[in-house]
C-alpha cells in the first residue's frame, strides 16, 4: 500500500521508554491504594490459580493471580519463567510464595485462601501455617473422570442414572456445611442414599434431610454385595477424596480467578511471544481492568434479565447468566494523561 510506518524497534524503544513504564507505574500506585484499602478490613480471604501462557508442557510463563473473594479485585500478580524453576510444575508454588510473601512484606495479612487441589500447594501451605480451602470444581472434575469411566464397565451400567446426582451431592455437601466432619458425615451418606437407605450411623448426620417418598425406578438403587457399589465406595469413600472433602470450600472458589483468565487472553494471546516485560505490563493492564470492572451489576428492565449460555464443560446444557452491564474503560484515560502529561516530559525517573 505503500503506507510509512515506524519500524518494530521503533515501537519497541517507544514502549521501553514510555509506555511500559506508565503502566508498571499506575498499577503500582493502584495497589498501594488497593491495600491501604484493605488494611482497614482487616485480614482478606483470597483464592489463587496460575495461568499458563501456552498450553502443554512447554510454557515459558506463568501467571500466578491472587485475588480478594470479596470484591473479585486482583490483589497481586507474579510472573515466573520456566527457567527460574525446576520446570512446568513447579511454577505455580513460585508464584504463590511470590504472592504471599509480597502480602506479608506489605503487612496484608490472609484470613484463608482458596485453591485447585494441587499436592505441592496443599503441602506449601500447611507449612505456613495458612487455611486452605479446596475449590469443589476441581474436585469434581477429577472424581467425574473416573466415575465416567467406571460406569462403561459391564458391571456398574447402574451408575450411570447416578452421575449427576453424585455431582449435586458434593457440592451440597459442602455448601450446605460449615466443618470439615459436617461435610464428611455428609458426603459418606451417599453410599447409604444409592442403596435406598436414608438413615446413617454418623451422629453428625443421622438421616437424609429430603422428605421420604416411594421410587417410580426400583431398578435404579444399588444393592449390598454388587460389584457396581464395591467399586463405587471404594473411588468415593478412599482417604483422599474423604481429605479433599473436609477442605472443600462452603462459600467461595476459584471460578472468578479462572473467568479473570479470559481477560488475560485478551491482552496475551497464546499464540504471541513476548518479552518478561511486555508480558509482565499486559498483565497488569488486564488487572487494572478487572479491578475497574469488578461486581459489574445486573442489567434490569423492570426485571433482572438473563442470558442463555452453553459452556463446554456442561456437555450441551444450557445454564442460565445474568447479563451485565458494559465494562468501562477509565485506566486507558489515565494512563493516556499519565504518559502525555507526565512520563513524556521527564520519562527517565519512569523508566528506573
Known amino acids: 500500500m505503500n503506507i510509512q510506518i515506524h519500524q ?116 506449601y501451605l500447611r507449612e505456613r501455617d495458612i487455611t486452605q480451602y479446596l475449590d469443589v470444581g476441581h474436585v469434581i472434575k477429577g472424581l467425574s473422570k473416573k466415575l465416567e469411566k467406571l460406569s462403561k464397565d459391564k458391571d456398574c451400567q447402574v451408575m450411570k442414572k447416578w452421575l449427576a446426582a453424585i455431582k449435586n451431592h458434593m457440592y451440597w455437601s459442602a455448601f450446605s456445611s460449615n466443618s470439615g466432619p459436617v461435610k464428611v458425615a455428609k458426603w459418606t451418606s451417599l453410599i447409604n442414599h444409592i442403596q435406598d437407605v436414608h438413615t446413617h450411623d454418623d451422629p453428625l448426620y443421622p438421616k437424609c434431610t429430603h422428605p421420604d417418598r416411594v421410587s417410580r425406578d426400583p431398578n435404579m438403587w444399588l444393592h449390598p454385595g454388587t460389584m457396581a457399589l464395591h467399586k463405587l465406595e471404594k473411588l468415593l469413600m478412599n482417604k483422599t477424596v474423604l481429605a479433599d472433602v473436609a477442605k472443600l470450600s462452603s462459600r467461595h472458589q476459584t471460578s472468578s480467578p479462572e473467568s479473570f483468565h479470559n481477560i488475560i487472553i485478551r491482552f496475551t494471546p497464546k499464540m504471541s511471544d513476548f518479552k518478561y516485560a511486555g508480558m509482565m505490563c499486559r498483565l497488569y493492564l488486564a488487572g487494572l481492568h478487572q479491578n475497574e470492572n469488578a461486581k459489574l451489576k445486573q442489567v434490569s428492565k423492570g426485571k433482572a434479565l438473563f442470558k442463555v449460555s452453553y459452556p463446554k464443560y456442561k456437555e450441551g446444557q444450557g445454564t442460565s447468566k445474568p447479563i451485565k452491564t458494559k465494562a468501562t474503560f477509565g485506566y486507558v484515560a489515565a494512563l493516556m494523561r499519565l504518559v502525555f502529561d507526565e512520563v513524556f516530559p521527564d520519562p527517565a525517573k519512569f523508566v528506573a
Open 8 to 123: 518494530y524497534n521503533t515501537f519497541r524503544k517507544h514502549c521501553r521508554w514510555f509506555l511500559e513504564p506508565a503502566i508498571y507505574h499506575k498499577w503500582n500506585e493502584d495497589q498501594k491504594l488497593l491495600f491501604e484499602d484493605f488494611k482497614k478490613k482487616g485480614k482478606i480471604a483470597v483464592s489463587g490459580d496460575m495461568r499458563a501462557d501456552s498450553p502443554g508442557h512447554s510454557a515459558k510463563f506463568g501467571t500466578y493471580t491472587l485475588m480478594d473473594l470479596k470484591s473479585e479485585k486482583i490483589v497481586d500478580m507474579k510472573l515466573v519463567q520456566s527457567n527460574e524453576v525446576s520446570g512446568r510444575y513447579h511454577m505455580e508454588k513460585e508464584g504463590l510464595r511470590r504472592s504471599l510473601n509480597f502480602l506479608e512484606t506489605n503487612g496484608l495479612e490472609v484470613d484463608y485462601i482458596v485453591t485447585d487441589r494441587n499436592p505441592q500447594i496443599q503441602k
